[in-house]
């Protein structure tokens, strides 16, 4: 077992770490802004990309929602979903594409329940991904706004919209 798969199956303390990495990204904004935004992400990107890749599979989006996702990257779906599954998941919780895998959205379902803080988001509606953030750095992304931004012609938010079921 990887230390990437050991870590995800520990999404409460991933959670507490995002909270607190998040908390610290915010309050370096100040300093980050007089940098530049565009030279922050030169910096961050590489090691951004390299911590997440090996703790997540991550695939450097740069819109991450890993925290509304149980803490499992839905871009490591090979079909790219990223409001849940596909409807080919195997009895198993296998996925369809590559049937020795785990469905990435079995996997997240299972470690939002264990998530107290950000659990209940994987029941919100995310945009789909804007191609034009792939390979920034989804923290300068966050402080800039641009990640909640969503791509031209979308319609929607991502402001606590839960998925229900019609009768």
Partial sequence: MSLGSTLRDHPHFLEQLYRLTAY????LDPL???????????????PEEWVKRIVFDC??????VL?????????SCPKNLRNGPCGGVRGNGHCEVIPEMKCVWTEAYERSLKMPVYGQEILW?????NRQLEGTSAWV?????IDREPPPGW??????IELS???
Avoid at 125 to 129: A, E, G
Avoid at 141 to 145: A, I
Wanted: glycine share 10%; net charge positive.
């Fill in 24 to 27: 610290v990204v915010r309050k």
């Fill in 32 to 46: 980050v802004a007089r940098i530049g935004y565009d030279r922050a992400n030169r910096w961050l990107r590489y």
């Fill in 59 to 64: 695939r450097m989006c740069g819109q991450c």
């Fill in 67 to 75: 925290h509304s996702t149980g803490m499992t990257c839905p871009m």
């Fill in 125 to 129: 509606l995310q945009p789909p991904v």
């Fill in 141 to 145: 992304n966050m402080l800039t706004g």
């Fill in 155 to 160: 319609q929607g938010t991502t402001q606590e």
């Fill in 165 to 167: 079921v019609q009768p």
